[in-house]
């Protein structure tokens, strides 16, 4: 039987890491999320993932630290997101 397959590695830290990892058969995919450009990787097409907006850095900010934290102050809280360049990882770490 043939069988289709996503792979998705997160948080690569380069291409000899992931290739072991890659599916090899037809009809297999692999994303692939790095901090790194990993040009090595034949085949890979790169996407690039700009920062968040400032509302989509607020929203995921009020989402981890709650609501009634973030309601009273929506310029304090552009300030935070905008202080961590909208990064999601920055912008949780933060929220946390």
Request: charged fraction near 20%; include cysteine; charge should be positive.
């Amino acid at each position: 039987a043939r069988h289709r397959v996503l792979v998705v590695l997160d948080n690569a830290r380069d291409a000899a890491q992931v290739r072991p990892l890659l599916p090899g058969s037809p009809g297999c995919l692999a994303i692939v999320t790095s901090r790194n450009r990993l040009a090595a990787l034949d085949g890979a097409v790169s996407v690039p993932v700009d920062a968040l907006s400032a509302r989509e850095a607020a929203a995921l900010f009020s989402r981890i630290a709650g609501a009634a934290r973030t309601s009273h102050d929506p310029e304090a809280l552009e300030l935070l997101v905008d202080a961590c360049g909208r990064h999601p990882l920055a912008t949780t770490l933060l929220a946390g």
